[in-house]
């Protein structure tokens, strides 16, 4: 049985159980259980705080987890990461009083910085062969600069508002991290059976987040124009409309792509263009 680890409530959560979900997992996710069994796989899932996965999935407490590359760089565990997962992402920066000159990286040169990242900060200040003071704090990190406990901060900014509004500004980004798939480096034969079957879905599910099912109905006279713009899986289909001299087109495109050629195709006549979101993508 696999035992997957993911937080219990936060940041992480939301996106943890929605990719499951898609994975075609079906459990229940009551918020005062540490412990669900999935219903139509061989698998349960442990409810945690983010920090302790880490830990427990390198003891094999959990076979895998889900935590943001931020909490897996700062606790340093023994683990095997398997796969980004594209959600919860977030910036790990350095921040200063916002009437403070900034110089570059020098600058923090014998300050004081306030953070709950110490092992981060630990190994971008010796990148930049720095020494300053690390302290430690485990919540509202923003807050120390203004009652004289440190002189910087790093901390993870989402909007930067929180920044502002304690008189910050941020000046370095230090790391950008996401969700990410860690595993236990000595999974039996079975369990790693099992996590190979949920990544091939949890792969179907993310390619299927980058690509949309592109329809739209073209003149006869404009099809070969449209058709190579249109990459498709294989090729697009088309199809012909009960009004003569018309065609519906399908395709598969990334959603970038067909914002990019939007204009073209419509300059070529398209009309009555629908994107459709895909589920599960399997190449
Ligand atoms: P816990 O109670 O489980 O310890 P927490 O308070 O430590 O939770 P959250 O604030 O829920 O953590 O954040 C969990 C993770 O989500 C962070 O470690 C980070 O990877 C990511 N994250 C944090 N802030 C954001 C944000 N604003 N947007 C997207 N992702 C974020
Ligand atoms: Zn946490």
């Not at 895998?64 to 997962?85: C, M, P, S, T, W």
């Not at 790093?154 to 930067?160: F, H, L, Q, R, Y």
């Not at 500004?169 to 369990?191: C, F, Q």
């Not at 899986?233 to 050629?261: C, D, Q, R, Y």
Request: aromatic share 6%; proline share 4%; hydrophobic share 40%.
């Amino acid at each position: 049985m696999l035992k997957i680890a993911i937080q219990k409530s936060g940041r992480l959560s939301e996106g943890s159980i929605d990719l499951l979900k898609k994975c075609s997992l079906k459990f229940r996710n009551s918020h005062n259980q540490l412990m669900t069994p999935v219903q139509n796989f061989d698998a349960q899932l442990l409810f945690l705080r983010d920090d302790d996965i880490p830990q427990y999935v390198q003891d094999g407490v959990a076979d895998v987890g889900i935590i943001g590359e931020n909490v897996f760089l700062e606790h340093q565990a023994d683990v095997e990461v398997v796969k980004k997962l594209g959600f919860s992402k977030c910036r790990v920066c350095l921040a200063i009083p916002k009437n403070e000159q900034y110089t570059g990286v020098e600058y923090f040169r014998g300050k004081n910085i306030a953070t709950s990242y110490p092992n981060i900060l630990k190994t971008f200040l010796a990148t930049h062969g720095l020494e300053a003071g690390i302290h430690n704090i485990s919540g509202s990190v923003e807050i120390a600069p203004s009652i004289g406990l440190a002189e910087a901060i790093m901390d993870i900014v989402s909007t930067g508002s929180t920044l502002l509004s304690n008189g910050l500004k941020e000046v370095e980004t230090v790391l950008r991290s996401e969700a990410i798939l860690i595993a236990n480096k000595g999974m039996g034969k079975e369990d790693k059976a099992l996590l190979q079957e949920i990544l091939f879905r949890i792969e179907s599910v993310l390619k299927a987040r980058d690509f949309k099912y592109v329809l739209l109905n073209a003149p006869n006279d404009k099809i070969q124009d449209i058709v190579e713009m249109l990459p498709g899986m294989k090729s697009p289909t088309v199809l012909p409309l009960a009004e003569s001299g018309w065609s519906s087109i399908h395709s598969v495109m990334s959603e970038g792509k067909f914002w990019e050629n939007i204009d073209r195709l419509k300059s070529l006549g398209a009309q009555g263009i629908l994107i459709v979101p895909i589920e599960k993508m399997v190449l």
